[in-house]
């Protein structure tokens, strides 16, 4: 079953809320979804603490350059996903994990100061891709994005699409209630509501489909 990786160098990219957004809504539909927490800052680990984590969830922390791809593997089984969270870096551990990735999603802001940082991890799975001889899925999400696309946000977009960059839809927007996920825990059913929540979730929920579109995808392709 399929190991997901969010990795952006990029810090504040949107990864840790990108990474539960997806699992939550995964498990709600119906999976049983691994997190493993790989950012020594620890954002899943805290979200886990805040509310019981959902029906099917599991978070694992405190995982290292040492024991990820152990972790992965033990996880890694039929009926589960595995989802990870990178800290914003660039380092050995990041490199492994990629390396072990179904898909890899990088969430960017569209801003060209963060879609250069953010282009940086499309490097970094051309390298693994390299070192591994096989080729790694990986697309791109936009966060934090507005209801009217920005000129700046249009020329990102195309920029990355003309160089064959796979850019999921839809976005994940800015929303309060993405961003109250680390303050209640839980996901976006349990939280008190925030704002437009039926909005929020009907965005959530089309994200996810986008990205298990492409799972399901591939192993058809497989
Ligand atoms: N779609 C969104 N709507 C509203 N707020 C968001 C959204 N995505 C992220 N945020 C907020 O932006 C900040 C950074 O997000 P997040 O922690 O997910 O990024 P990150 O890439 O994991 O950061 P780091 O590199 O530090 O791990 C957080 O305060 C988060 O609540
Ligand atoms: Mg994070």
Known sequence: MPVIVI???KGGAGKSTTAV?????LANAGANVTFLDCDPNGSLTLWSDRAPVPDRVTVI???TEASIIKTIRAHDEDGNVVIVDLEGVASRLVSRAISQADLVITPMRA???DATIGVRALSLIAEEEEALGREIPHAVVFTMTRAIRS???KGIESSLKQQGVDVIEPPLMERAAFSALFEFGGDLRS?????RMDSALENASAFAQAVYKRLTAQEVAA
């Open 21 to 25: 957004l997806l699992g939550t809504e």
């Open 61 to 63: 922390s405190e995982i």
């Open 7 to 9: 990795g952006s160098p």
């Open 191 to 195: 939280m008190p509501a925030q704002g």
């Open 111 to 113: 801003t060209t100061l």
């Open 151 to 153: 000129k700046q946000h």
